[in-house]
């Protein structure tokens, strides 16, 4: 790694794991002479927007980003999750790398954010040791990508469908589960009815939800960390 200044976002809404984060961070910079990191830190999505929002309209570079995926929706219901915000990073500072950090080992799961988001960095929780943050920070930051080992052995595994899970079927299980009305749902997501239910057929059958009943979709999708 080379000598420089780099500026980092923490962004998770679990305290003790963003500290986790940063300490990796210092443990490089007391390793590593010449290397520096300005960190900022951000425990949900709207906070993470502002953050983003400033750095794409100023000069100032943000090199790298812990992405936890389960946070709390924006206030204004356009970002739903820590996906949605790894979206926005590389569409206003395609040049920031994303370290994505989920709980989340889901074989579709872990496809949907590799496919949306094409993170620099992916480790699923249960995976990481202090050595291997440290590890996947330099690696990323040097020469990326890095994988902890559940996505390394998930991404071996070809899905069994070619269906992607991607924001338009999160944004229809994100409306749902708040109640709007299927009626409702075109104007919403600029999708006809039509195309609305068959997207939502295709997730029952990805999800194996034998039910006509959207209950038991929204619990999957949940409990599955889709919305």
């Known amino acids: 790694m080379l000598a420089k200044n780099y500026t980092a976002l923490i962004i998770d809404d679990h305290p003790l794991i963003a500290e986790a ?8 910079e007391h390793q590593k002479e010449g290397v520096s990191f300005h960190i900022e830190m951000a425990n949900d999505c709207d906070s993470a927007l502002k953050i983003l929002t400033d750095y794409s309209n100023s000069t100032d570079v943000l090199d790298i980003v812990f992405l936890d995926m389960r946070l709390p929706p924006s206030s ?7 996906e949605d915000l790894g979206i926005r990073i590389n569409e206003v500072l395609p040049n920031t790398r994303i370290i994505v950090s989920t709980t989340f080992n889901d074989n579709y799961r ?9 993170p620099d960095g992916f480790l699923v929780k249960n995976d990481i040791t202090p050595p291997q943050l440290v590890q ?3 690696e990323v930051l040097t020469d990326p990508p890095f994988y902890s080992k559940t996505v390394t052995k998930i991404m071996r595994n070809e899905v069994s469908s ?13 409306q749902l ?18 195309a ?12 194996n939800i034998s039910s006509t009943d959207d209950r038991e979709l929204i619990y999957v999708a949940k409990d599955k960390g889709f919305i």
């Open 21 to 28: 984060y940063k300490s990796a961070f210092t443990f490089i």
């Open 76 to 82: 204004d219901g356009t970002i739903l999750s820590g």
């Open 110 to 118: 872990i496809h949907s954010i590799l496919k949306n988001i094409n």
């Open 136 to 138: 996947a920070i330099q």
């Open 162 to 174: 070619e269906y992607f899970i991607d924001d338009v079927d999160r944004k229809i299980m994100y």
């Open 177 to 194: 589960s708040i109640g709007t009305m299927m009626k409702d749902l075109p104007d919403i997501v600029h999708l006809s009815l039509r």
């Open 196 to 207: 609305i239910e068959k997207r939502k057929r295709q997730l029952k059958k990805i999800f």
